[in-house]
């Protein structure tokens, strides 16, 4: 019903910035909630940042101040802005959205910090 694909991963060096997209299509009307996990290896998948629609958004704090999360709801696009990157940010991040009751799941980017 929902498909979410992210792009914008790679290597980048300690300090660093990448800036991850993710694309919802499918057969929806309007999405309200879209977000961020990551997950490194051998630790659980945590939440990173979520948008709404109307413009509210929460961080982790371990990434507060650091990443930025945006909305183009015309384009039913999702954005992470990710700065002052850290070698402990090393993970995979998937997009994310709640529709219709039901978790959506990007494939995942992956995100390596290291120099």
């Known amino acids: 019903q929902v498909r979410l694909v992210e792009s914008g991963g790679g290597l980048v060096q300690p300090g660093g910035s990448l800036r991850l997209s993710c694309a919802a299509s499918g057969f929806f009307f309007r999405i309200n909630a879209m977000g961020w996990y990551r997950q490194a290896p051998g630790k659980q998948r945590e939440l990173v940042a979520t948008s709404t629609s109307g413009g509210s958004t929460k961080y982790a704090d371990s990434v507060k101040g650091r990443f930025a999360i945006s909305r183009d709801n015309a384009k039913n696009t999702v954005y992470l802005q990710m700065n002052s990157l850290k070698p402990e940010d090393t993970a995979i991040y998937y997009c994310?959205?709640?529709?219709?009751?039901?978790?959506?799941w990007g494939q995942g980017t992956q995100v390596t910090v290291s120099a």
């Open positions: 994310y959205a709640p529709y219709q009751g039901r978790d959506f």
